[in-house]
C-alpha cells in the first residue's frame, strides 16, 4: 500500500482513453488513493475546484482542451504536483510541459510501479518534515522563502512556484554560497539520480529566475557553474 496512513490522497486523472484509464484508476484504488476520473479538458477546472486533487495526472491529448492549455491555465491557482501523462516523447514535448508548470513527464506506456513510484515522489515533495534544528525560512534582502507554508515574496510581491520549483529554490538557497551538483540535486528535488541527459532542472533554474528577476544570459542571482552545478548568491538580493 501506498504511504498515506494519515490521510486519503486524491488523484484526479484526465484521460480520454476510457479502457486506460480505467486500469490506471484501479490500479491506484488498490494503493489506497482517492481517484476521480475526468475524460474531457474542458471539464478539468470545475472538478478541480470541486474534489480538491492532491495530484493530477494529465494526459496531454485530449478533447475540448489540451492538457498543455489546461497546465498552464490551472498553475497559477494550483500548487499541487501536475505530472503530465503522454505518449509524446520527444526534447520539445518535455521542456513545453515543464515550462507550462508540470512537475514531471511520463511516457506511455509506462508500468504501474513506476508510476506509482513518481506520484509518490511527487506527493512527498510537500510533505518533508522539518528536523528540529533547520530553519523554516530564510531571507536576502528582499528575498523571502518560508519552507512551513511553501511562500516567496520578493520585494513583497508573492512568486508562485511549483512544488518542484519551490523545493529547487529552497535546496539552493538553504545552501546559500555553496555549489550543489546535478546529481545531489536531482536525487532531492527530481527524486531519481540524474542520467546526462534529463533537461527538468535547467528549465526549472530558468523558470526561478525569470520569476526571481534573474538573467537566464548573464545570471547574478542563480548562478551555473559550468561542469559542476549551480549556486545560489546570497548576496545578489539587495
Keep these: ?6 490521510s486519503v490522497k486524491k488523484i484526479l486523472l484526465v484521460e480520454d482513453d476510457r479502457q486506460l484509464s480505467g486500469l490506471v ?19 478539468v477546472e470545475k472538478t478541480v475546484l470541486s474534489f480538491a486533487p492532491d495530484l493530477i495526472l494529465l494526459d496531454v491529448m485530449l478533447p475540448g482542451k489540451d492538457g498543455f492549455s489546461l497546465c498552464r491555465d490551472l498553475r497559477p491557482n494550483y500548487n ?3 505530472l503530465i501523462l503522454t505518449a509524446k516523447g520527444t526534447d520539445f514535448d518535455q521542456v513545453l510541459g515543464l ?13 504501474p510501479r513506476v508510476l506509482l513510484a513518481r506520484i509518490n515522489a511527487l506527493l512527498r515533495r510537500g510533505q518533508f518534515a522539518l528536523k528540529p534544528q533547520e530553519s523554516s525560512a530564510v531571507s536576502y534582502g528582499g528575498l523571502n522563502i518560508n519552507k512551513g507554508s511553501r511562500q516567496v515574496s520578493l520585494d513583497g510581491e508573492n ?15 538553504s545552501k546559500a554560497g555553496e555549489v550543489q551538483n546535478r546529481d545531489y540535486i536531482y536525487k532531492s528535488v527530481v527524486g531519481r539520480p540524474y542520467d546526462g541527459l534529463d533537461r527538468s532542472i535547467d528549465v526549472r533554474i530558468s523558470r526561478l529566475r525569470k520569476k526571481l528577476r534573474d538573467s537566464n544570459e548573464t545570471p547574478f ?6 561542469g559542476q552545478g549551480y549556486l545560489f548568491v546570497p548576496d545578489a538580493w539587495v
Design 159 to 173: 512568486i508562485v512556484c511549483t512544488s518542484q520549483e519551490f523545493d529547487l529554490l529552497w535546496l539552493l538557497a
Design 80 to 82: 499541487g504536483p501536475i
Design 25 to 43: 484508476s484501479e490500479f491506484l484504488i488498490s494503493e489506497g488513493f482517492d481517484v476521480r476520473q475526468e475524460y474531457r479538458g474542458d471539464a
Design 221 to 226: 542571482r542563480i548562478k551555473t557553474i559550468w
Design 99 to 111: 515550462e507550462i508548470g508540470a512537475d514531471d513527464y511520463v511516457i506511455k506506456p509506462v508500468e
Design 1 to 6: 500500500m501506498s504511504d498515506n496512513t494519515l
